[in-house]
C-alpha cells in the first residue's frame, strides 16, 4: 500500500476515522501528562525568578520599615515628617512624568499611528519606566506607615457612619458630649 492510499483509507472510511481519533487522542492524552510533569518541574523554578524579580522590592520595604521604626518614633523633631513629605512630592512629579508620557504616547500614536515607531517606542519606553519609579514610590511610602496607624485606620473606618443620617446622630452624639447641659 502506497502513502496516498493508506491515507484515503484512514481518511475516508469510518474505521479509519475511528483509528486516527483513537490514536489522536493517545498522543494528546500523552502529551498533556508531559506537559503537566514539566509545569511542575517548572514551578520552583517559577518561583525563584519571581523572587529574583520581586527582591528590589522587599530591599526597599524592608529599608522603609527599618526607616520608620528608628527615625518614626522621634517625631518630634520633625525631620521624619519632612522625608515623608519629600517623597510624597517625588510621587506625585513620577505621577505627572508617568501621565505626561501615556499622554505624549496615545497623542504619537493617533496622530501618526506607526510610521514614527522610534518616538513611539521612546514614549512607551519611558511610560513604563515612569510606571515602574511611581510603583516602587508608592510602596516605600506604604512601608512608611506603620502597622497600628493602619490598624487605627481600619477600626475608624468600621466605626464610621455609612449614610448621611448615621452621619447626623455621630454628629449630634458628638454635640451633646461637647455641650455639657446646665441644669
Known sequence: MELEAIKAWLLGSIPGVIIVGGVGSIVGSLILHCLKLWW????????????????????????????????????????????????????????????????????????YGLDRAQVLSFF????????????????MLWAFVSEDIAALDDRI??????????????????KEIETPKEG
Not at 41 to 70: C, H, T, W
Not at 79 to 102: D, E, N, P, T, W
Not at 124 to 139: A, E, N, Q
Request: proline share 2%.
Open 40 to 111: 511542575k518541574a517548572g514551578a520552583n523554578k517559577r518561583f525563584e525568578l519571581a523572587q529574583r524579580v520581586l527582591f528590589p522590592l522587599r530591599v526597599l520595604i524592608y529599608n522603609s520599615e527599618k526607616l520608620r521604626d528608628e527615625a518614626g518614633a522621634r517625631t518630634a523633631d520633625g525631620k521624619y515628617v519632612v522625608y515623608v513629605m519629600v517623597h510624597c512630592v517625588f510621587v506625585m512629579a513620577g505621577l505627572i512624568a508617568l501621565f505626561m508620557s501615556l499622554g505624549f504616547c496615545i497623542y504619537t500614536y493617533l496622530t
Open 157 to 174: 473606618e468600621e466605626g464610621a457612619p455609612k449614610n448621611l443620617a448615621e452621619w447626623h446622630e455621630v454628629r449630634s452624639r458628638e
Open 124 to 139: 512607551v519606553g519611558s511610560t513604563l519606566f515612569f510606571f515602574y519609579v511611581v510603583f516602587k514610590d508608592f510602596v
